[in-house]
């Protein structure tokens, strides 16, 4: 849960049992932790809006080296398992380079657009928007006390069939909604968690509208996709440990492309001439 303070203080993370709703802790900014302290340098490099932008692009770079590895190897499928372990250091190291990049490409342009897409259309949106785009400071309570949330839950079951929420938005202002986010049960792998919602009018709980994801239009359906193909939570554990290895894959062929870069660059050791003695006659 997140929990705004009275004096108007950032949000902070409150941890309940979903199960018996007891407290766990207490109230604490998310990046306290190195779970939240990664997840932030993750997308923002813990550098504000600045940083949000520079790991859009930084996730663009990722997709144009994808690109420009399938045009430099477009000849792959020849020798892409080829290791020449009997060569020079810098051969070798050419041919794994090779073989993970390639390996990789689909996972790197799936992480790569989904990155710069929500880091560049959240930076756009702050552009566009100016400073009330951002939440407001919470002070106090400004949905009506009388609203039954169990109530209003069961209207957004009625309204779409299979609807799970997983997430419930309240208002910070009084001209705000009331808005439950979900997915749907049994659906589709590459849904995400927060596709469909029904909204609620925070003052007297009337049923404002919803949405459904499988009648949503195409853009809105590609984009709730993002978010199981970015985070690999589409399969079970098989294809979260592939999403592991393949997190990897960008800081491997790091290091090799810095290894064949040294190699290149350092001056090789020239051999001198090689002479042949002449055997002497007896």
Not at 162 to 171: C, D, K, M
Not at 244 to 266: C, E, H, N, Q, V
Not at 268 to 278: C, F, L, M
Request: glycine share 12%; with cysteine; proline share 6%.
């Amino acid at each position: 849960m997140y929990v705004a303070r009275h004096d108007g203080g950032e949000p902070e993370v409150l941890w309940i049992d979903p199960r018996t709703g007891t407290i766990s802790g207490n109230p604490m900014d998310p990046s306290e932790t190195l779970t939240g302290w990664l997840l932030e340098l993750h997308y923002s490099l813990l550098g504000g809006h600045t940083g949000v932008f520079l790991a859009g692009m930084f996730a663009t770079l990722l997709c144009l080296l994808g690109i420009s590895g399938v045009w430099m190897y477009r000849g792959f499928w020849k020798n892409l398992f080829l290791l020449r372990w009997n060569l020079s250091a810098r051969i070798f190291f050419s041919d794994l380079h090779k073989m993970v990049g390639i390996s990789s490409v689909g996972f790197n342009l799936i992480l790569g657009f989904t990155g710069a897409y929500w880091n560049l259309t959240h930076v756009g949106g702050h552009v566009l928007n100016g400073p009330d785009s951002e939440p407001p400071k919470i002070s106090k309570q400004v949905f009506a006390e009388t609203l039954s949330l169990d109530g209003l839950l069961e209207e957004a079951r009625a309204g779409i069939p299979g609807f799970e929420w997983t997430y419930l938005s309240l208002p910070a202002k009084v001209d705000e909604p009331l808005v439950f986010y979900g997915r749907l049960s049994n659906q589709h792998p590459l849904r995400g968690e927060y596709g469909s919602s029904v909204t609620f009018n925070s003052q007297t709980g009337t049923f404002e509208g919803l949405i459904d994801i499988r009648t949503s239009s195409f853009w809105n359906q590609g984009t709730d996709a993002f978010m199981p193909l970015h985070y690999g939570t589409f399969g079970a554990l098989p294809v979260k440990i592939l999403w592991s290895l393949g997190g990897l894959a960008p800081g491997t062929l790091a290091i090799m492309g810095y290894i064949l870069w040294w190699k290149r660059k350092r001056p090789s050791r020239k051999r001198g001439p090689r002479v042949r003695y002449a055997k002497q006659p007896q």
